[in-house]
Structures are given as C-alpha cells and as structure tokens.
C-alpha cells in the first residue's frame, strides 16, 4: 500500500506540472487555432534564460529569475506572432492550416538548432529554489519537484481567474467561441491572438524554469514535454483549460502506476509514454471530444 | 535504300555521337577516352560494341572505389552524432577533436605533402543516418579514409558501407563487440569492446564483495549489448542477484522504478545511460534516500566525466564511480597533457573521454596514411595493420591482423582491435571534485586510492 501511494504522490506532482505546460498550449489553441509546435522550443527557452539569468546575476531570486524568463519568452511570443502568425488572420496566407503547421515546425527546428549553436550541447541546471528533499511520509520528494508543483497550482489557479474574473479573460473567451461577434462588441481579436500567444508560451517557459532545477537543460528537453501536452489537450478536450489540468494530473498517474505496476518490470519505465498514449486512444475513442471538449464547427 | 555512302556517314554520325555521351560522362574516364579515340579511327561498326562497353565500365568505377584526391588535398570523412536523439554532447567533442587534429597535421606540412581537408558528417544517433552519411562521404566526396563515431547502432551500420565500398575505418568510441568481430579488412576500433569494458566493472564488483546488483540501462543497442554483457560476466562470477531494468536515454522521471527498488534496495545501482539521463537518474535516487547511500553505492555512466556533472548533480555526485576510458591525470604521457591544454584553450572546455578517442583515431587514420605513401585503401589498411603509434591515450597497435589472424581461444572481436585501451574506475571522493583528481580504484595495480570508499 506504501508503494501505491508513493506512486500516487509523484504522479500527482508530475501530473501537476504536465498540465501547466499543457495549459499554454491550450490557450494558444483555443484563441488561435493553431497547434503550436514550438511549443517544447519555449519550454526549453524558459529553463536556458533562467539558469543564465541565475549565472550572470549571481544573488538574484531564483523566482524572479522565472519570473523574468516567462515575461522574456512571452515578449519573443508576442514578436513571433504579429511577425509571422497574424498575415494567417488578415487573409494574407493562402492555406492558413498548413501555414502554421509548417511555420510553428520550422520555429521548432530553428529555436532547437539556435540552443545548440549558443547554449552547447552539454547539459546545465539552475540552482535549486530550495536544497534536499522533503520527507512526506509516504515517500520522500525533492524541494525542487514540489517547489514546482505547488507554484504550477498557484499559476493555474491566476489564470483561472484571468480568465473567468478579468475584462481580458472575458475578451479571450469571447474570441475562442466567436472571433466576429467578439468583432462586433468591440474586442480587437488580433490584439487578443497576440495576448493569448505570449501568455501560452510565457506559460510555457515558466514550466521550463520550474522544472530545470529538477531535470536540467539540454537543446532537445522540450522534445518529450511537447508531445505530451498534445496528448493532454486532446485528452482534455481541445481548448479546455480545465480539461488541461485534469488531463495533466491523469497522464501523471497513469504514467507513474503503469511504469510502477508493468508486470515486466524490466519494461515499465521504457513504455511510460506509452500508457499516456493508450489512455488517449481510449478516450478518442469513447468521447472523441475528450473530457471537456465542444464540437466545431 | 541506303547507301554505302549514307551508311557510312550514318555510322560516323553514330561514333561521333557516343563519343560525344561518353565524353559527357563523369570526370573519371580519362582512360575511356584514350581508348574510344582508337575506335574512333578504325570506324568499323563492330567498334560501337567496345565504346558501350567502356562507357558501362566508367559508370562503375567511381563507386567501386574511392579516387585519387584531386588537388592539394586529402579528404578524409568524420562521422559522429551531432544532434539528438544522438548523444551530441560526446559527438560535438569528437568533431572539435577531430579537427584539432586535422589542424595541427595541417600546420605541421599536411599528409603525404597535401593539406588534409575534413568532412564532419552527423549521425544523430540514427543508424540509417550513419548509413547514409557514410555512403555519401564514400560515394560523393570521395573521402579517402573515415574516423569517429560514437554509438554502436549507427557504426554497426557504417562499417557495412566502408567494407562495401572497401574504404578504411578506425572506429573510435563504438563498443558493440560486433564492430570488430565482424572480420572486416577495413575497419579498425581503438575503443574497448563492451566485453572488455563491462569485465573490469564486473571484476570490480567482485573485488569489493557486492552481491545484489540492480542496472538501470538505456533501451537501445549499446544497452542491451552492456546488460547482456554484465549478467553473463556477473553470473560467472557468481553473482547471480542481478536485474535489470531499460529506459529511454531521454527519460526525465526515473522515480517510479527508482521507488520499486527502494522496497528492497540492493548493493549497487548501476545508471547505465548516455545523455543527461544519467544525472537525471542519480539526483532522483539520491533525492529518495536510495543512493549512493551506506547501503547502496551507485555506479554512473560515462557522462560523469563531463565537468558539467557536478553542475547538474551537485552533492550527490559524491561517491560515484564509474568506468573510465581513457588516460586518468596520473597517467597522462607529454600528448595528453599538450592535447588537454590546447583543447581546453580551443574550446574552452576540458576533453573527456570521447575527445581523446576521436583525436587519437583521426591521427591514426593519417599516420597510416602517410607511410602508405598513397590513398590507395589496401596500402592504408595495410599501413594501419602496421602501425605503431603513440598518442594521447597510450600505444597503439593492432595485435591481430591478416598476417597474424585471431587465434581460436581469443574473442573474434580482437580483429583489428586496440588490444590495451586504457579503462579505469574511478570514484569521487570529494563534491566538484575534478575527474582527473579522482581517484583510480581498479584495476588494483593502477589503483592510487582505496578500493570503494563508502558515504
């Protein structure tokens, strides 16, 4: 039963964790329409301008230094998308899907490829927020990890009330259900693809930030965190935020018990990914929307 | 009708238009041409059979074997990973040392009294990368020689190319003992093999008494190879309490396997992963209590030699140890220390292992060159077969070649083998502790510390 609940603790952590970078993905959808699959290159961005910023600035907070990396990523976001993203939304791209399929991929390669030429091939952490671990009875965890989860609740939880409290919230929720009629009543739908793109990827980054004390930095980290917060958006139904958290925190569980409880235990760890993935399969298959999902039309 | 007349002219226009297309054809056919102006001369129609067949001829043999270099230079090819999922880390060390050496060669009057020019091809870690920048080294540069390569999947498929096309190889980081136990003329190794490797480690665990052993190895060709190399090793040791457990080398949660073997921890855990997995894996079992702990001691991978280990484990890189291949500081010869000084200067950061091999392999590879007194890639394999060089790492020399194949009794793998290559364990006895200050604690007789000391 120890076992059990230690397996449960950490996927909830790691569970945790997933969903804040499966939230900004998410957001992106859900205003944009566009899959962003630069989206593991911002995650990655957030664990290098941290672990530099911590560098160059000795002494400085490690929060503010995540901090500070979220807004850098989120201001390159907001470049990205009036540059490149936007011609799609004033009719300037013939074939808008394929356009930012292929722009958002050539971002990916470009910002992996950039890493390596600047930052090296070797990997570096970032100090911890806080040394050791904590011993939580059941199993212990390290600080980092749940420095990291309990700052992921926190964010969620603002941008929870972002979204449903604030004149903004209201306005990107407005764009998500109907671009002209939020047109009509006076929001500026470009102005809100650019808000919703920084914010997504700036939550992006300071998912990166949080976890680089934890698993540190390399060029490729993103690779693995992206495709599964693809799985998690569709799990949770395409452009629900809730469905985000709650399909983190199941892809966090399931990946921990199936790797814990494989009856080849030589094999579990290998196919972690592919527990997530089978779940996914299952759901697309009984509720093909996933969990909060609303059909387009 | 056709006339005598028009026949002949048409004949003529035929002759002159073949020779024309084979004049056309790729820049390799000088001899083609001598010989098609003879048939040019007689104008006979049973003439237009020899041009076909020397055109035919002429489409084959620039794939058959490499040229002659043009020019003032020799091309010879460097293969190695240089982006992921390879281990670029280790890759992006051998091109750096690749081409310091390259350099230095160049600086000192070049091979054979030609510049030598360097063609880096990567191989991601992608075996049918590595085959298809091996063939395009081979088949387009025309790369009279080729050094390098880091994992075994990729150069298990690169030395297919090389023997197809019968162009020299020293292999530098590859363990698969299948590499050299292969039999090629063309391919040559200075890395250990993995049965070599994995017999000073095991011999090590025997050493120091431990009984219940538990590897966490990365899912691919080289950690299969290393799993089935240790449990058969350990078994014939006795030591039968083994398991094993795979994991993608990109895996960043290691906890839920580490926490299964913390319900009944074992003497040693072994992280056998390239990459950044490695230290992912030990900060995650240190963070549980699980190791490297009174009760477990914990054995890292080849990556802990890297100065970046201790930035990215910090205390719990203290009592690690793990096998190293290459020269520790106390046994540094004058190249090593000339060779780690320059690097550190070029790149700003100090060699590890993997640098010393590609170094070491590229110089062999143009050594061989020189005293083969040509390009031609029997004189260089022969020349290899030969050598006597030494390098960064030690001595090297080829104990079993075509004039002295591998006996019955020895592993195949010793064709073409490096049969000395220098491999050590080393511990850490001291956070940020600098690999060359680390202690050697096996083999016994090169040993300058004691033999494990415990947290």
Known sequence: MQYFMALATTGLIMGIIYALMALGLTLIFSILNVINFAHGEFYMLGGYFSYFLLTWFTGLNPFIAVLVSGLMVALIGLIFEYFFLRPMHLGRIERPPEYAVLITFGLSFFLQNLALAVFGPYPHRPPSFFSGAVDLGITRVSADRLTASVLSLVLMALLLLLINKTWIGKALQAVSQNKDAAAVVGINPLRMNTIAFALGVGLASIAGALLAPSFSIVPDVGAVPSIRSYVIIVLGGMGSLPGSILGGILIGLVESFGAGYFPDPSRGLTYKTAFGLVIFALVLLFKPTGFFGRRRS | ?455
């Not at chain 2, 020019?117 to 298809?132: M, N």
Request: hydrophobic share 40%.
């Open chain 2, 1 to 455: 009708m056709c006339t005598p007349k028009r026949l002949l002219g048409l004949l003529v226009v035929f002759a002159v238009f073949v020779l024309t297309a084979s004049a056309c054809a790729p820049t390799t056919i000088v001899e083609t041409v001598v010989v098609t102006h003879e048939v040019e001369k007689e104008v006979i129609v049973t003439q237009e059979v020899q041009v076909e067949k020397e055109v035919i001829v002429t489409v084959e043999v620039p794939a058959a074997e490499p040229e002659m270099p043009e020019g003032d230079t020799i091309l010879i090819g460097g293969v190695g990973p240089l982006s992921a999922p390879g281990s670029f880390q280790a890759g992006t060390e051998m091109r750096n040392a690749t081409e310091m050496a390259v350099d230095e060669i160049n600086d000192a009057g070049g091979v054979l009294g030609k510049q030598v020019e360097l063609i880096f091809g990567d191989t991601e870690g992608l075996p049918e990368r590595g085959t298809a920048v091996v063939e395009r080294l081979i088949t387009q540069n025309h790369v009279v020689g080729l050094t390098g390569e880091y994992h075994s999947g990729v150069g298990l498929t690169e030395i297919e190319v090389a023997h197809k096309y019968g162009v020299p190889f020293v292999q530098a980081e590859t363990w698969a003992d299948e590499i050299t136990s292969s039999g090629y003329p063309e391919i040559f190794r200075i890395a250990p093999s993995i049965d070599f490797y994995s017999s000073i480690a095991v011999n090590y665990i025997a050493e120091v008494g431990w009984q219940k052993i538990v590897f966490v190895v990365e899912d691919s060709d080289y950690g299969h190879l290393q799993a089935e190399a240790w449990t058969d090793q350990l078994a014939a040791k006795g030591i039968t309490d083994v398991q094993v457990y795979f994991a993608d080398p990109d895996t960043e949660d290691f906890t839920p396997i580490l926490q299964r073997i913390q319900q009944d921890p074992p003497d040693m855990l072994a992280g056998v992963i390239t990459g950044i997995g490695n230290s992912r894996m030990l900060r995650q079992a240190c963070d549980l209590g699980l190791a490297p702990t009174t009760e477990t001691a914990y054995y890292g991978s080849v990556d802990s030699q890297y100065p970046e280990f201790w930035e990215n484990v910090g205390d719990c890189g203290q009592y690690v140890f793990y096998t190293y291949v290459g020269l520790p500081e106390s046994l540094w010869n004058d190249k090593t220390g000339t060779f780690m000084a320059d690097y550190e200067t070029r790149y700003k950061q100090a060699p590890g292992g993997s640098a010393m091999a590609a170094y070491d392999a590229t110089y062999i590879l143009l050594n061989a060159i020189e005293e083969a007194g040509s390009t031609d890639s029997q004189a260089i394999i022969a020349a290899l077969e030969g050598i006597q060089f030494t390098g960064v790492m030690g001595d090297f020399w080829f104990k079993y070649t075509a004039d002295n194949p591998v006996p019955e009794g020895e592993p195949a793998w010793m064709w073409h083998q490096w049969p000395t290559p220098n491999t050590y364990i080393i511990q850490y006895t001291e956070v940020n502790q600098a690999a060359g200050d680390a202690p050697v604690v096996f083999p016994l007789e090169r040993a300058n510390g004691p033999v494990y000391t415990s947290p």
